[in-house]
C-alpha cells in the first residue's frame, strides 16, 4: 500500500538489515505539528515513511471530520458502503475521503483492515513477549516494551506509531468541553480504555481469524491485551523514540564493525 522504497536495492543483504536495526524514527517526525513543507527524510531507515494508504488515509479522515463522532468505532456502519471502499484501495485506485463518507464507515474500514491482515500489525511470533509486559510494572514494563517495538518490521513500526498517534488524538477528545465563545463541544467518549478494548485483539492475535480455539484464546488473554495496548496508547512518544545514547552506542558500534553503513547515513543528511 503506498510503499517507496530508496535505494534500498543498491545495498547487500547485511547493510540493509543493520540499517533496519536503526529503524525507529527521528523525534522530530513524531511531532504532527512541524511544518508541512519541510520534505528532509529525518528516519534513519533507508525505506521511507511505510504506511499503507489505506490506514493513513482513514486516520486523516476521522482526525478532520470524526474526532467530535459520539461512539466512534462503537456505531454501527453501513457494510455495502464499508465493503466498496475496500474494493477500490483493493484494487489500487486513490480512494478520496472528504466530508460526504460517514465516519462510522471509515472507522469500520479501518477495523477491517486491522483485523484482517495477514499477520497482525504485531506479528504473531511476538504475541507472547508482549503479553508478558502486561505483568509488569512502571519504568520495566515500558522498557520491555520499548525493546519489543525495536523488533518490529519497519513497516509494522511505521504503521503503528501512526495509529498509536491517531487513537492519543482521539482519545484526547474523549471529553467534552468548551470552545472560545463558551459552546459546549461534545467529547466522543472513547477513552484510552474503550479504544484498547476496541483495537487491542485486532492488533495482537495469537491464532489467524477462524482457526480452532482462536476465539477462546484471545478471551484467555483479553485483559492482558488491553492493558498493553493502553500502555501503547498512553506512552508512544515515549516508546517510539530512540534516546541519545542508545543512537551513539548504535552508530560506535557500526563504526568498528560496518563503516560503510556510517557513510550511507552521512550521504542520507
Not at 527521528?26 to 527524510?41: F, G, I, Q, V
Not at 508482549?130 to 509494522?156: K, R, V, W
Request: glycine residues 6%; contains cysteine; hydrophobic residues 40%.
Amino acid at each position: 500500500g503506498a510503499m517507496s522504497v530508496d535505494s534500498i536495492a543498491d545495498l547487500s543483504d547485511t547493510t540493509s538489515k543493520l540499517l533496519e536495526a536503526l529503524q525507529l524514527s527521528h523525534p522530530h517526525e513524531l511531532d504532527p505539528r512541524r511544518r508541512l513543507d519541510k520534505k528532509k527524510m529525518l528516519s534513519l531507515n533507508p525505506i521511507t515513511w511505510q504506511v499503507p494508504r489505506i490506514v493513513d488515509r482513514c486516520c486523516q479522515h476521522i482526525e478532520a471530520h470524526g474526532l467530535q463522532t459520539v461512539g466512534i468505532f462503537r456505531v454501527g456502519s453501513s457494510k455495502k458502503r464499508v465493503q466498496q471502499l475496500r474494493e477500490e484501495f483493493d484494487r489500487g485506485l486513490d480512494v478520496f475521503l472528504d466530508e460526504h463518507q460517514s465516519v462510522h464507515d471509515v472507522a469500520a474500514l479501518l477495523k477491517e483492515f486491522l483485523r484482517d491482515m495477514p499477520d497482525p500489525l504485531i506479528p504473531r511470533e511476538l504475541y507472547a513477549a508482549f503479553l508478558g509486559a502486561a505483568a509488569m510494572e512502571g519504568p520495566a514494563q515500558l522498557s520491555t516494551l520499548q525493546l519489543l517495538l525495536f523488533l518490529l518490521p519497519p513497516c509494522h513500526s511505521d504503521t503503528l506509531l501512526r495509529l498509536l498517534r491517531f487513537l492519543g488524538e482521539v482519545a484526547r477528545h474523549a471529553e467534552s468541553s468548551r470552545g472560545p465563545d463558551g459552546r459546549q463541544i461534545p467529547g466522543n467518549k472513547m477513552t484510552v480504555s474503550n479504544l484498547a478494548t476496541i483495537f487491542g485483539p485486532n492488533i495482537l492475535q495469537k491464532e489467524k481469524p477462524g482457526e480452532k480455539d482462536a476465539g477462546a484464546m484471545n478471551f484467555e488473554d483479553s485483559g492482558a491485551v488491553i492493558l498493553v495496548l493502553q500502555r501503547l496508547i498512553e506512552h508512544y512518544q515515549t516508546l517510539f523514540m530512540v534516546s541519545p545514547e542508545t543512537q551513539g552506542d548504535i552508530l560506535r558500534r557500526l563504526f568498528q564493525t560496518d563503516p560503510d553503513v556510517i557513510d550511507h547515513l552521512l550521504r542520507r543528511k
